[in-house]
């Protein structure tokens, strides 16, 4: 067959033709014997073209169209093989080079951000620690002191951000593990709550803690992993439901599941936003200072416990974030 896709297909357009053609022809000279083998060969040969439409052009636009959806959700550098020549392994050959590139853009781009992050930390470092230590300078005062505080302030902000950066990067290179051991879900909210609760309360936020109705079974986790969940979604409850001064939080078991709900009463999230939230760096239409990538990292680590976080907009107003973990590492 020709290696040329349309070739193929306008020699079969015309063979067909031609077959149409001679029946015809063979049904005018009353043929009939000619003519119904004719038509037989024709219902033979538009079974074969179906089959090869099938075969060479359908199935294979179908593999692309995965292999692009893969890509498109992360898989980069991957390849699929085709060794068609025609048109089709020409597509396969483009999409396989953009593979690699994209796959070299993301490396170059984590790279980058990892380098940047690591020579940011050591300085960062160094102004916390001299901005704490001038602030208890009796010396220090007015003025002076209130910008010494905001220094301190800015500084831990861009240090969580340089973390969150880190993390990103460990999630890119293949380097974010966990330590997962059979851990109290109830002890480590709680813990989670009563760390960042002066924090909350300094900001004028109250934080409502629904405790479950019965014992929750112990489960198999990272605690300092599922901490660093449960403080992300408070603070992002803090900045973006401050309106609201109002956090509810709970635990309850939902089947083979352990279920963490976060609700704040703010403005919510806008619907066109919602599905895109949980991607990197994406920020939407919130002004509020950030790298885009803490829930990136907190769906990352829900999901290595084989778990899910949902994200949503609740009844009445406001944000609500569900967590589900399960209870047994077979589930």
């Not at 009796?138 to 505080?149: E, F, H, T």
């Not at 340089?162 to 709680?190: K, S």
């Not at 509810?248 to 703010?266: C, H, N, T």
């Amino acid at each position: 067959m020709f290696k040329n896709l349309r070739t193929q297909l306008t020699v079969s357009v015309i063979a067909a033709l031609i077959l149409m053609l001679l029946s015809i022809w063979a049904v005018t000279r009353e043929y009939m014997i000619l003519a119904v083998c004719v038509l037989v060969l024709i219902c033979f040969y538009m079974i074969y073209l179906l089959f090869w439409f099938w075969k060479n052009v359908s199935e294979p636009i179908d593999r692309l169209t995965q292999f692009a959806a893969e890509i498109a959700s992360g898989s980069y550098g991957s390849q699929l093989e085709d060794r068609r020549d025609n048109e089709i392994g020409q597509l396969t050959d483009a999409i396989n080079d953009m593979s690699d590139k994209v796959a070299q853009a993301e490396k170059a781009r984590t790279d980058f951000i990892s380098q940047v992050s690591h020579e940011l930390r050591t300085p960062l470092t160094a102004i916390t620690g001299w901005s704490e230590t001038i602030a208890f300078d009796p010396a220090v005062q007015g003025d002076s002191l209130r910008g010494i505080n905001i220094i301190s302030k800015e500084a831990e902000r861009l240090t969580g951000m340089v973390t969150e950066l880190l993390e990103f990067t460990r999630i890119q290179d293949g380097r974010f593990n966990l330590r997962v051991e059979m851990i109290d879900i109830a002890e480590e909210l709680e813990d989670a709550l009563f760390t960042y609760g002066k924090l909350m309360k300094q900001a004028g936020m109250d934080v409502n803690y629904k405790a479950p109705d019965e014992d929750i079974p112990m489960i198999p986790g990272d605690p300092e992993r599922l901490k660093q969940v449960f403080l992300n979604l408070l603070d992002n409850a803090m900045i973006h439901g401050g309106d609201g001064k109002i956090i509810d939080v709970s635990l309850e078991r939902d089947g083979a599941f352990v279920k963490i709900i976060f609700r704040d009463y703010g403005n919510g999230i806008p619907e066109a936003e919602l599905p895109h939230v949980k991607e990197k760096f994406y920020k939407g239409s919130s002004k509020n200072r950030g790298t885009g990538i803490g829930l990136a990292v907190c769906d990352e680590i829900v999901t290595r416990h084989k778990g899910r976080m949902d994200i949503r907009n609740a009844d009445g107003g406001g944000c609500m974030v569900l967590i589900y973990l399960p209870i047994s590492s077979r589930t």
